[in-house]
Nanobody, 124 residues
Framework: VQLQASGGGLVQAGDSLRLSCVASGRTFGTYTMAWFRQAPGKEREFVAAISWSGSRTSYADSVKGRFTISRDNAKNTVYLQMNSLKPEDTAVYYC??????????????????WGQGTEVTVSS
């Protein structure tokens, strides 16, 4: 499984961005997908995840109400809509995948496949 993330950039506080992650393979519909982020000098942390069917989502407390994860299985793509961005959202954002169901979905070490990351910078 190969993951290609895109959509990062430099924005101002309060702006929005939408990240995309395209996955290779014909079994995308069986993957639990997630977004993690890593700020300079910090560990990679969970942001959001979505089950293979899209019926379950999970968010870090820091992004609840501002970020929305979604997926389009026909396009092998998972999205992260980020609204009301804050300077503390600045990080490299990584998409990740694991085949099958994962409970809970915020377990970083359980994801087997990772994209290359896309950088998000939010200025104040």
């Amino acid at each position: 499984v190969q993951l290609q993330a895109s959509g990062g950039g430099l924005v101002q506080a309060g702006d929005s961005l939408r990240l995309s992650c395209v996955a290779s393979g014909r079994t995308f519909g069986t993957y639990t997908m997630a977004w993690f982020r890593q700020a300079p000098g910090k560990e990679r942390e969970f942001v959001a995840a979505i089950s293979w069917s899209g019926s379950r989502t999970s968010y870090a407390d820091s992004v609840k109400g501002r970020f929305t994860i979604s997926r389009d299985n026909a396009k092998n793509t998972v999205y992260l809509q980020m609204n009301s961005l804050k300077p503390e959202d600045t990080a490299v954002y990584y998409c990740a995948a694991v085949i099958g169901t994962l409970r809970p979905m915020n377990q970083r070490d359980e994801y087997d496949y990772w994209g290359q990351g896309t950088e998000v910078t939010v200025s104040s």
